[in-house]
Each structure stands twice: as C-alpha cells, then as structure tokens.
C-alpha cells in the first residue's frame, strides 16, 4: 500500500512533468510557420467576440485548398471592433536567445487599408513595433516582413523595458493601428493572413537583391571578417552594428575599403546585426558571438 507520502511525491512529480512539457512547447523556435493547414486557428484568437478569426479552408496564397485565417475586425465600440489577434502558446519564449529577428507572413486586406505592427508582453511588459507595414485593401496575396530587433520596438501600455520583454515573451498580437499601442484600432476591416513564420533573417524585398557583402565566418569567438561586394568598389557604404539589445554598437565608414576585420573577443555573446547601406540600398545579417 502507498504511503500518503508517496502519493504526495508522485504527484508533485506529475505536475513537474506537466510543467516542464508546457515550457518546452510554449517555446518558440526559428522558422516555426502556422500554416493552417490543420483546420484550425493555431491557438489564435481575440479574445471571445462575435467575429473571432476564423479558418478559410481554401484560397490561401497558393490558391485552392490553401487554408488560411480571416480576421474581421466591426468598428464602432465594444468586442470585435478593433483589427487584432494574438496568441499565449506556442509563440511564446526567449527571441533574443533563438536569433529571431522577424515576423513574416502572407497577408491581404479586403476592404480597408491596414497598418500591422507585432506586439508582445513579457518579462519587461508591453512593446510594441515602431514602424508599421502598409497591407492595401484590395490588393493581391502578399509576403511581408516585421523586423522585431529591440531598437524596431518601443513600450506601449505601461512596458518598461524592449530588451527583456524580447527575452521572455508570454503573449504576441498581430495587430493594425496607425500608432504603436497594445490594441488594435476600431476599424470595420478584414485581415486574411498565412504562414505566420519566425525568421532569422530580413526580407530581401526590403533590400537590394544583390549581396552587399558576406562575413566570414558569421559564427565566431574572436573576429568578425566583412568582404564588401565588387560592386561597391568606388562607392561610400556605411556599416552599421546593433548589440543583442538594439543599440548601435558601432558605425563606420567603409569608403575604398574591400575587406574589414573587426576584433569581438570582448563582446558579449549574443546575436548582432550587421547592416550595409549604400545609395538607398540595405542589407542586413546576422552575427553570433559565442
């Protein structure tokens, strides 16, 4: 016969099993896609209204049997009025340590333009995205790209602190609004939206499609080695590095120059954005001190 003792310890151990398996799913991992393929709404919601985002079984960005999710938004007052969406499962975790410095998604609008920004809560409270992407009302399917770095956000609502929200996030809205806030905006719209994805990298449609430059490596304890492309020979590229937090770590003048080694032994570990501007062009990559 089992002692009580022993029925207290094998519960104790069941509830910490439990737990340990809800931390592991909740957290999030680079390139995770909610496709909707599986019918449902993937853990999103808005919280109970009458016009919850709903699962579209067919004309997705592929085109037939292409699932999708439909978020519509009534304006006016009260639930389901404003355009927003969010999610308290598996899109929840540390961002900074997973390297993901983007939001991608395929979205269009039907019948009002929409402003969508990422909005998180977590360990430093809520933030917000700074600049938001324009989604044209009668436009076609559509890839679009949210970077969320720190120094792409600002608190909203009360938040305190970019860096550690980014470092233990419990909630992601995907939202619309003119100005960075926690709620989306009162706005009579439909949102359709898929393949939710967590990226490590920035759209190339931001950017030029040539390669301004390459590191070697992008994974290293000692230093960092930047190659400039060919093409930027006689021109005035300007590097810019981001810290793990967002600050600007360093900036540079790269004129006449070709190749660039950067000594980083006493950098933090972390994750690093390296970005090249030239004549309007960007592009940016990451680096990871170990």
């Not at 699962?55 to 009025?81: E, K």
Request: net charge negative; with cysteine; aromatic share 6%.
């Amino acid at each position: 016969m089992k002692t009580t003792t022993q029925k207290q310890s094998k519960t104790i151990m069941m509830i910490l099993v439990f737990l340990t398996c809800q931390c592991i799913i909740a957290q999030v991992n680079p390139g995770q896609i909610d496709d909707f393929e599986d019918g449902t709404t993937q853990n999103w919601t808005d919280g109970g209204s009458s016009v919850p985002p709903v699962n579209i079984s067919t004309g997705g960005p592929t085109g037939a049997n292409d699932n999708f999710l439909q978020n519509v938004s009534l304006g006016a007052n009260g639930p389901g009025s404003r355009q927003v969406m969010f999610n308290d499962q598996q899109w929840n975790g540390n961002y900074t340590s997973q390297g993901i410095i983007s939001i991608k998604f395929h979205a269009r609008a039907l019948n009002n333009d929409l402003n969508m920004r990422i909005a998180f809560d977590g360990g430093g409270g809520r933030i917000c995205t700074v600049t938001p992407v324009l989604v044209q009302a009668g436009g076609a399917w559509q890839q679009y790209t949210i970077p969320i770095s720190a120094s792409d956000f600002t608190t909203v609502a009360g938040g305190s602190n970019v860096s550690m929200t980014l470092a233990d996030v419990t909630d992601m809205r995907i939202l619309s609004n003119t100005s960075a806030s926690w709620q989306g905006q009162s706005i009579a719209a439909t949102l359709e939206i898929d393949n939710i994805e967590a990226s490590t990298t920035l759209s190339t449609d931001n950017f030029s499609r040539e390669s301004l430059f390459s590191m070697i490596p992008n994974i290293s304890k000692n230093n960092l080695i930047i190659e400039l492309a060919g093409a930027l020979q006689g021109q005035k590229p300007i590097m810019e590095i981001y810290d793990p937090s967002g600050r600007l770590l360093l900036e540079e003048d790269l004129q006449n120059m070709t190749k660039i080694e950067i000594p980083v032994s006493n950098w933090p570990k972390g994750v690093y954005l390296v970005k090249i501007k030239n004549l309007g062009m960007e592009h940016t990559e990451r680096f990871i001190k170990q």
